[in-house]
């Protein structure tokens, strides 16, 4: 390779992971400007990542941490499990962490986020799909100031986030719950009144024809409504370690769940 800075070009590849050849090409293209030679193969990132931008990503790898008072949780996907248990991919993932950890303000969102450090770590996202090929987004970033209980299922592929007032031992009960269960809602009185009054209007259809007297139909109804909702409702779920209790039954003191938050694909 006549005419090749060497030290250069080792430079570029360890600096960017690229292939060699391409690491070549970007210089020879920049006239052996290291900067330039950058600014090539981040064209290249970016018109690779694009390509791949409409595959699947069923994969992924979510973890929630406390540090310094506060909640920090991401979800990453890509496209196979291969890459998902791939050094590099938990590479990135601890790197993309480590930005999050920076914010002190609460996030719930992705839209939310700074957008400065939001277009910094989607050029971290890009540089590891032209490297690796395969396509890899940013899907979730929690960030909380309130005081949270987390649970990382093992696998890092399903999360919890507890917020409570009282005993942690309730707190971690609550949340290996979460994890396993999936609850949409956490009480009767937070689930919406339009899909409350959707039930209604399907069991009352059914018991239109059941001959049986007003007020024994309105008790059915209203137990219909009850069962219906308890497999989606936390506080009214059967404890996964004791089904003759209810969740609510677990609670005690003064111990106050406030919200909580489930994290998977």
Known sequence: ?????????????????????????????????????LDVLKEKWMSKASKKADRLTNEWLIKVIKKDGRVYALKLLCETDFVAKNENFISLFDEIMTKVCTITDDVNSLSEVDQWLLDEINWMVKEFIWRLGENTKLDDIIVSN???????????????????????????????????M????????????TYRDELLEKFKAEMADSGKPANIVEQIIAGKLQ????????????YIRDGSKKIKDIISGEFEITGYVRLSI
């Not at 209980?149 to 719950?177: F, R, S």
Request: aromatic residues 10%; negative net charge; glycine residues 4%.
């Open 146 to 180: 309130k005081n949270a209980y987390v649970y990382n299922h093992p696998g890092n592929k399903v999360a919890a986030i507890i917020y409570y007032t009282g005993d942690e031992n309730i707190a971690k009960e609550l949340a290996l719950q979460v994890a396993a």
């Open 227 to 238: 069962k219906q909702l308890s497999d989606f409702v936390l506080l009214e779920q059967e």
């Open 1 to 37: 390779m006549s005419g090749v800075d060497m030290q250069l070009l080792k430079r570029l590849r360890e600096t960017t992971f690229a292939p060699l050849k391409d690491c070549r090409e970007a210089l020879v293209e920049s006239n052996w400007d290291f900067d330039k030679a």
């Open 182 to 193: 999936n609850p949409e809602y956490l009480s009767f009185e937070s689930v919406p009144q």
